[in-house]
């Protein structure tokens, strides 16, 4: 069982988890613009951008879980 020392307090916890949603907000809107302004062509971008924002949504997701306990 972890010790005391161990445990993240829930404030930090909580800052963590916005820090990520005002992360994954911003590259989300970067997939928009790549979305827009790179050549169809290069749809990898736009698409590995998105998928960045859906990892880091399962990662504040996953802090907000953590919250609750």
């Given at each position: 069982?972890?010790?005391?020392?161990?445990?993240?307090?829930?404030?930090?916890?909580?800052?963590?988890?916005?820090?990520?949603?005002?992360?994954r907000e911003r590259i989300f809107d970067l997939g928009d613009r790549a979305r827009l302004n790179?050549?169809?062509?290069?749809?990898?971008?736009?698409?590995?951008?998105?998928?960045?924002?859906?990892?880091?949504?399962?990662?504040?997701?996953?802090?907000?879980?953590?919250?609750?306990?």
């Amino acid at each position: 069982m972890p010790s005391d020392a161990s445990v993240t307090p829930l404030p930090e916890i909580k800052a963590l988890e916005a820090e990520i949603a005002q992360l994954r907000e911003r590259i989300f809107d970067l997939g928009d613009r790549a979305r827009l302004n790179v050549p169809h062509d290069m749809t990898g971008v736009h698409v590995a951008l998105l998928g960045a924002s859906n990892h880091l949504g399962d990662a504040e997701a996953a802090l907000r879980d953590v919250g609750r306990l």
